[in-house]
């Protein structure tokens, strides 16, 4: 079911909508590493936290994980992002 944008399962665990919340950053990641391949810190956090943060954090308050496997999802978005950043 889906509810003001958060997926929402029958056990209330929330790992569909994280998921897709994921999937949806990564591909966020993409798009900003293939259109912007040049560009300086201060552009590259303002685009990370205007495309993917917001993403991520979306409903927040409702589905926040409290289960360390989906936690170390999340975190490998931010992780992956900086290393990224780091080959540009």
């Not at 900003?32 to 205007?50: A, C, G, H, Q, T």
């Amino acid at each position: 079911m889906k509810d003001l944008g958060v997926i929402i399962d029958c056990k209330l665990k929330f790992q569909d909508h994280i998921k897709l919340k994921i999937n949806k950053a990564y591909s966020m990641l993409g798009i900003l590493r293939r259109n912007f391949k040049e560009m300086d810190v201060d552009s590259f956090i303002s685009l990370y936290k205007v495309s993917v943060r917001s993403n991520l954090e979306y409903g927040e308050s409702v589905w926040n994980p409290h289960y360390m496997y989906l936690i170390d999802d999340l975190e490998k978005v931010q992780k992956r992002a900086t290393k990224k950043f780091e080959t540009v």
